[in-house]
């Protein structure tokens, strides 16, 4: 079988978080709603929260590096470096095909 290309694992990943972000936002909703829970309910709950929070805020922030390394597949510079615009080597490219940068500048 062939690896799927790098826009084809991106799609799918944009679509998974996608998913995601809206099960994070249905979470937030269903709770907003409950009023009448003793304390101890009401404490576990914000902690969930806090860690729903935390969790659709990365989803938020990947989703975007996703986009973004979408954006420049179609602009034929899914290979290069948005920073130095160096080739980023395949192997990285498939072990993180989200990147947009090659790995000298990722730490910058
Ligand atoms: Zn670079």
């Not at 937030?28 to 309910?41: A, N, Q, T, W």
């Amino acid at each position: 079988m062939d690896k799927p290309n790098r826009k084809t694992l991106l799609e799918e990943l944009r679509i998974e978080l996608q998913e995601r972000i809206q099960r994070y936002e249905d979470h937030r909703h269903r709770i907003s709603g409950v009023l009448d829970k003793d304390l101890e309910e009401q404490v576990s709950q914000a902690l969930n929260d806090e860690v729903v929070d935390r969790l659709q805020d990365e989803a938020t922030t990947e989703l975007a590096q996703v986009e973004r390394a979408l954006a420049r597949i179609d602009a034929q510079l899914g290979e290069r470096c948005e920073k130095c615009g160096d080739t980023i080597t395949a192997g990285r490219l498939e072990a993180l095909p989200y990147t947009t940068r090659c790995k000298n500048c990722v730490a910058a």
